[in-house]
């Protein structure tokens, strides 16, 4: 995309006329890298803290346990869903499973 938006896109027909972006702005090729730069930056702060999560998560030693947390806390289930999945008999239950949980590893 990036590409395309930096050298333009010609006609398939053959035609040598000067290449265009498709609209009349033609944003700057400086401006246009350094909007990828900030993109690549956002990706690798994001892709630290899904690492750091990863990392913390794996300290969790049961399998079930950690699905658990992973469930609730990241993928956001609804919580009757879990406490039947887990065999719970409540969403209080379940919550002050994960409590616990939570409060070994931080």
Request: charged letters at 30%; hydrophobic letters at 35%; aromatic letters at 6%.
């Amino acid at each position: 995309m990036l590409d395309v938006r930096l050298q333009g896109v010609s006609s398939p027909n053959g035609n040598t006329n000067e290449k265009t972006s498709g609209s009349g702005n033609h944003p700057s090729p400086i401006s246009l890298i350094m909007e990828q730069d900030e993109w690549k930056q956002e990706r690798s702060i994001a892709m630290y803290h899904v690492e750091k999560v990863d990392k913390v998560l794996n300290e969790i030693k049961s399998a079930v346990d950690r699905a658990m947390i992973r469930d609730m806390y990241i993928d956001n289930k609804y919580y009757p869903t879990l406490a039947e999945k887990y065999h719970y008999s409540d969403k209080s239950h379940l919550v002050r499973r994960a409590n616990k949980i939570v409060a070994k590893i931080v």
